[in-house]
Nanobody, 121 residues
Framework: QVQLVESGGGLVQAGGSLRLSCVVSGRTFSSYAMGWVRQAPGKEREFVAAITYSLGITYYSDSVRGRFTISRDNARKTVYLQMNSLKPEDTAVYYC??????????????WGQGTQVTVSS
């Protein structure tokens, strides 16, 4: 059974930082691209960042590029999202996602349960 378990969310003031982690159980980490998607209250899910498996090529949405960094530790089956210079508009539930073919965004093969990030002004 495949599980993606996020952690690291919380409450932070604007300008602060958080690091999200997503640990994957099962055999689906190898060769799977990983990513983060967020959903704010009353809004649709929004792609945040993604990283490929072998070359570690990264992708970012325009809204987070330069502030967020995605990385992965294949040995630990873990993907991270370092979030700096956080803004109130970054407040959302952040979901970890994995995908065998292509980059996970609004479509993915597996999803985590989500972790809440709240940025106060």
């Amino acid at each position: 059974q495949v599980q993606l378990v996020e952690s690291g969310g919380g409450l932070v003031q604007a300008g602060g930082s958080l690091r999200l982690s997503c640990v994957v159980s099962g055999r689906t980490f190898s060769s799977y691209a990983m990513g983060w998607v967020r959903q704010a209250p009353g809004k649709e899910r929004e792609f945040v960042a993604a990283i490929t498996y072998s070359l570690g090529i990264t992708y970012y949405s325009d809204s987070v590029r330069g502030r967020f960094t995605i990385s992965r530790d294949n040995a630990r089956k873990t993907v991270y999202l370092q979030m700096n210079s956080l803004k109130p508009e970054d407040t959302a539930v952040y979901y970890c996602a994995s995908r065998k073919t292509g980059v996970p965004g609004l479509e993915a093969d597996y999803w985590g349960q989500g972790t809440q990030v709240t940025v106060s002004s």
